[in-house]
């Protein structure tokens, strides 16, 4: 975040406030000093972001682009023309998802979109068809919890018990 100074108010006026112009012999209240947009550490940075293409990553790992609409203090969004990028290997797939509302908690990443490489893809993915894509992620999957389940077995056996033992019975 870039260091951006706060005007100096002008003098006559109380530390830290602007003095309205007088009309008439009547003072006027303080006026309020803005902030530039950047000083903001809230969900009000969103505001620059408002109409604006943008690339999300959440929690669980999906990649969702799509245009910002709509934000409130909670951080919760609303992306309008929402695609949802699948990689996978070395390939991927673009799933149209329309009008998407995200909660706040559920952001990891949030970026704008470079317009005029929003088409670039680096040069070992290449695109395939989306029932292709998501039975390799199925598979990946699979692969991903069977070595999970492995670990957990091996540390179990070690006299650790990890919290990511996923067949824990109660």
Known sequence: MENLPIPDAPTGGAVGTAMAPQSKGVPQPPAVQQLPAQMFTTAAQLLDLTDKKLVVVLRDGRKLTGVL??????????????????????????????????????????GEVDLDKDDYVPEPFTSAPVEQVLALQKKEQERKKKSLKAKVSKLQTLGFEGEASTDMMF
Do not use: C, H, M, P
């Open 69 to 110: 609409r709509s934000w409130d203090q909670f951080a919760n969004l609303v992306l309008q023309e929402t695609v949802e990028r699948i990689f996978v290997n070395k390939v991927y797939a673009d799933i149209s998802r329309g009008i998407f509302l995200i909660r706040g908690e559920n952001v990891l990443l949030l």
